[in-house]
């Protein structure tokens, strides 16, 4: 069981944990009464006992949030667009593994629902996105969105291992292979990108064979930083536009 160390709120989520899933999908409507209907069902009829917890803290902290945006519960909710990205919110909590990771959905969720844009459907993909990402490339993602304002000083936080070479072990090559994996998907999502190097003029391009590919250099894409803005996890860049 997930454990951040504070005290539960005040509320009906804390019943007997040999009830807990029937407890909680009875008392969601009562916390947060709007999502009483999608949520309550989604914890009821499709979300195993022992993810329980990770959904209430999703509605705790997604009813926080838009308690905090003075949000139009009315309008979010005559939207069905709206209603499914609250439940695609659920589905992500339920395979949380962490609670910041819980935290991060639901900001994400929170921000989806209080945007002015027209075309509600494209909110969604940035949540789907951010399903396809692992905790290991989320934290990824933004030390190349912190680095792109400047912030060099984030990389201390990616677990980064050394380069393999010819005297590597399996152990050391298997870090290194596991890691660039993180950083592939995160070119093929789009969340990244690569910036080729012009060449002098009137010679080729130089191709790195370790690599497989001509010299380049890796960066955050506007998508990436999009999502990370979304997260509440802006790039300094972006935070200063804000």
Wanted: contains cysteine; aromatic residues 6%; negative net charge.
């Amino acid at each position: 069981m997930m454990n951040d160390g504070r005290d539960p709120p005040e509320d009906d989520l804390g019943e007997d944990e040999h009830d807990a899933l029937a407890a909680t999908g009875r008392a969601i409507s009562g916390l947060v009464p709007m999502f009483g209907g999608v949520i309550g069902e989604l914890i009821t009829k499709i979300i195993p006992d022992q993810r329980t917890e990770r959904i209430v803290r999703y509605v705790r902290d997604l009813n926080t949030r838009l308690e905090a945006f003075e949000a139009d519960l009315d309008a979010i909710l005559a939207e069905p667009e709206n209603i499914d990205l609250i439940e695609e919110g659920g589905f992500q909590a339920a395979r949380a593994m962490s609670w910041e990771r819980v935290d991060k959905i639901a900001t994400m969720v929170a921000n989806g629902l209080r945007s002015k844009d027209a075309d509600l459907v494209r909110r969604k993909r940035l949540t789907r996105l951010l399903g396809q990402l692992d905790d290991d490339e989320l934290v990824l993602l933004n030390a190349y969105g912190q680095s792109y304002g400047g912030d060099l000083g984030i990389w201390q936080m990616v677990n980064r291992p050394d380069p393999a070479d010819l005297q590597s072990s399996r152990s050391e090559i298997d870090a290194e292979k596991l890691y660039e994996a993180g950083r592939e998907h995160l070119l093929r999502l789009g969340l990244l990108c690569k910036n080729y190097r012009t060449p002098p003029r009137g010679q080729a391009p130089t191709f790195d064979t370790r690599k497989g590919d001509y010299e380049h250099s890796v960066e955050i894409s506007y998508l990436g930083r999009l999502l990370l803005r979304h997260l509440d996890m802006a790039s300094p860049v972006d935070a200063r536009d804000q």
